[in-house]
């Protein structure tokens, strides 16, 4: 079974603050995801990573950056925190399309992160 | 721009009736459809899913229709149970690796 983890399930931090938000998948994946969802809008997508040191920008990327030093990790960074990023944060991860019949995400249970 | 639209926010079935989401896409790049099923404080797990070479997929008590000419998928639950209460998440996937999810239904199965 595919087992993404991340490492807090919630995080109260102060504006202003930098947090890191860490996901590990433990089924060599080559893709890893990070979204939030908010009531109404549903899953956004952050940033993505199809390979170590790689990364793409999603819908919202504004307020955020992302690490990926190892295949298995990769983090998710709020530089400077605002109280407009309170929210679930969710890490995922799927295999390469070409590489496998068409696999789907695997997420992790997300991190409910406040800004006060 | 949202690519993938689930038009109902929330749906209400009574329990052993059947339970029809619906989900519109608009990219007709999109060639893999998934259907998620999400719990309060918990991540979206995979339920089912279907190329578009297909038009059904079937999965024990969950069938996901796919009508390609409409750009329409829908997920049947019969019968439908209280544990079946949740958020339903649809996604598609075109040639890249990128997903693209609809904003979710909240189904509410009533005993």
């Known amino acids: 079974d595919v087992k993404v983890t991340q490492s807090s399930r919630y995080l109260v931090k102060r504006t202003g603050e930098k947090v890191f938000l860490e996901c590990v998948q433990d089924m060599d994946h080559e893709n890893m995801f990070w979204y939030r969802q908010d009531p109404g809008l549903g899953l956004r997508l952050i940033y993505f990573?199809?390979?170590?040191?790689?990364?793409e920008k999603g819908d919202i990327p504004e307020g955020y950056s992302v690490s990926r030093e190892k295949k298995e990790r990769f983090s998710l960074i709020l530089e400077s925190a605002s109280t407009n990023q309170t929210s679930m944060y969710l890490c995922a991860s799927s295999s390469r399309r070409g590489q496998a019949l068409n696999q789907p995400q695997h997420f992790g249970d997300g991190t409910r992160l406040s800004i006060l | 721009d949202q690519q993938v639209k689930q038009n109902s926010p929330s749906l209400s079935v009574q329990e052993g009736r059947i339970s029809i989401l619906n989900c519109d896409y608009t990219n007709s790049m999109f060639d893999y459809f998934l259907w998620y099923k999400k719990y309060p404080a918990e991540g979206p797990t995979f339920l089912i899913s279907i190329s578009s070479i297909k038009d059904k997929n079937e999965d024990g008590r969950f069938t996901v229709f796919l009508n390609k000419s409409a750009k329409h998928l829908s997920l049947h639950i019969v019968p439908s149970q209280p544990g079946d209460s949740a958020v339903y998440f649809c996604?598609?996937?075109?040639?890249?690796?990128?997903?693209?999810f609809g904003t979710g239904t909240s189904l509410t199965v009533i005993p």
């Open positions: 996604a598609a996937l075109n040639t890249g690796n990128q997903f693209y």
């Open positions: 990573s199809y390979d170590v040191k790689m990364k």
